[in-house]
């Protein structure tokens, strides 16, 4: 599912997005900035969502979350993401996913709980956060966990369009929606498990490791064993 969003999102980047980080750089804006007003947007978005305007915190929560696409292109544009900017990225997406899901809990409570709805949502928030920590711990560790089929971006757009059914009308359309992520998200954890275990290097053997090689000493001796 990653791959198809990406093929589009190439051309957004390209016709959209390029041009705006120019001219944010060019008026002195730092991708950190757009990183933070990006997410203060996306808490604004959840408190009407939390009230019950979904098609309209659906479309701001959207457009700010747009702006994790923009600040990693002010930053490649600036020579390449700090380790604090990447920090910092990390850390809002973090916070602004759980805003999103935090406001449609209470979305859903205030409704009395339809489809079991509130239960999707935290299972969603649940492995999504899982879903994320796996891939910087495998990083960390120098695994490879960058696979799954619900990354942030697909979580998004599956809760957006929950929200829009449900903004429509639709009761069932948000936890219809819910359900379905929550799967995607625990597959996706699996999925990542599964390849960082491919990933890692096999172990030297024991015996070899444990025998250190002196190169200076004629081969056959037992300090340069043939």
């Known amino acids: 599912m990653a791959k198809i969003v990406q093929v589009p999102a190439r051309a957004v980047v390209s016709y ?20 933070i007003a990006g997410t203060v947007g996306v808490l604004i978005g959840s408190y009407f969502g939390a009230m019950g305007h979904l098609v309209f ?51 859903l409570h205030t409704e009395g709980n339809p489809y079991g709805g509130m239960v999707a949502a935290l299972i969603s928030l649940a492995a999504g956060q899982v879903v994320s920590y796996v891939k910087a711990r495998a990083q960390s560790l120098g695994l490879n966990a960058d696979v799954g089929i619900a990354e942030r971006l697909e979580r998004l757009l599956i809760v957006g369009a929950g929200g829009l059914l449900g903004g429509f009308g639709l009761e069932w359309g948000l936890p219809a929606a819910l359900w379905v992520l929550a799967a995607l998200s625990m597959i996706t954890v699996c999925q990542r498990l599964v390849h960082a275990f491919r990933t890692e290097p096999a172990p030297a053997p024991a015996g070899l490791a444990a025998v250190p090689v002196d190169p200076t000493a004629p081969v056959g001796t037992k300090d340069n064993p043939a």
């Not at 959209?16 to 757009?34: D, E, K, Q, Y």
């Open 16 to 35: 959209g997005v390029n041009p705006t980080a120019r001219f944010l750089l060019r008026i002195g804006i730092s991708p950190n900035a757009v990183t």
């Open 57 to 107: 915190a659906t479309l701001f929560v959207t457009a700010c979350a747009l702006t994790d696409v923009l600040d990693g292109t002010m930053a490649r544009m600036r020579g390449g993401s700090s380790k604090y900017g990447a920090l910092l990225d990390s850390s809002m997406d973090r916070i602004a996913d759980a805003a999103v899901f935090g406001a449609v809990v209470y979305y």
